[in-house]
C-alpha cells in the first residue's frame, strides 16, 4: 500500500472515530443547549444533527482551532440557531390556510430503511463491510479497492459477493414474519 491510500484509509477510520465520539461525548450538552435556545426538542436535535456533520466533515477544524472542541461544537449550534431564527422571521413567513392543507411528504420509510440497513452493516464481519465500503459508499473499483486494502482484487470481488448475499438473506428473514 502506498502512504497516500493508507493516509486515506486511516483518515476515514479516524472521521469515523470522530464521529462517534462526538456523538458520544457531546449530543445530549448540545440538544439540551439547543433546545434552551429554542424551546423546540425536535428542532434542537435536527440542529445538533448539523452540527455533527459539520463537525464530521470539517475535523481539521475542530483540532486547528484554539479552545476545547465542545466550545467549537456550541458556538457552531449557536449560529445554527441563531440563522434559524432569522430565516423565517426576516422574511415574516406565515402559514395561510393553503399552506396549512398541503400534504407533507412522509420521509418515515426512508428513515427506517437507512436504520434497518445500517443494522444489517453492523451484522458483517468488519473485512466484509469494509469492501462494501469502498465499494459502494466511495464508489471505487474492486482493483482500487484491493490497492488500498492489499488484497488480491479477486478477493475483493469475493466478499462483495458474500457480503451483498449476506445482507440479502439477512434482509428477507426480517422481512418475512417469524412463526
Do not use: F
Not at 147 to 152: D, Q, W, Y
Amino acid at each position: 500500500m502506498t502512504s497516500t491510500t493508507d493516509a486515506a484509509v486511516a483518515s476515514a477510520a479516524h472521521r469515523n472515530q470522530l464521529l462517534h465520539t462526538l456523538m458520544s461525548d457531546h449530543a445530549k450538552a448540545l440538544v439540551a443547549y439547543a433546545d434552551k435556545l429554542l424551546n423546540d426538542h425536535h428542532m434542537a436535535e435536527d440542529i445538533v444533527q448539523e452540527t455533527l456533520i459539520r463537525a464530521w466533515s470539517h475535523a481539521e477544524r475542530l483540532y486547528s482551532t484554539e479552545g476545547s472542541i465542545r466550545g467549537w461544537l456550541l458556538k457552531v449550534t449557536r449560529n445554527l440557531v441563531v440563522d434559524k431564527m432569522r430565516s423565517a422571521a426576516a422574511r415574516h413567513e406565515t402559514l395561510d390556510a393553503h399552506d396549512r392543507d398541503m400534504p407533507l411528504p412522509d420521509h418515515s420509510g426512508m428513515v427506517l430503511t437507512s436504520v434497518e440497513t445500517i443494522d444489517l452493516l453492523r451484522q458483517l464481519s468488519h473485512e466484509h463491510r469494509e469492501v462494501l465500503l469502498h465499494t459502494y459508499l466511495c464508489g471505487r473499483t474492486a482493483q482500487e479497492t484491493a490497492r488500498i486494502l492489499g488484497i488480491p482484487a479477486g478477493t475483493v470481488k469475493s466478499r462483495q459477493h458474500y457480503a451483498l448475499n449476506t445482507l440479502r438473506a439477512k434482509a428477507d428473514r426480517g422481512l418475512r414474519p417469524e412463526r
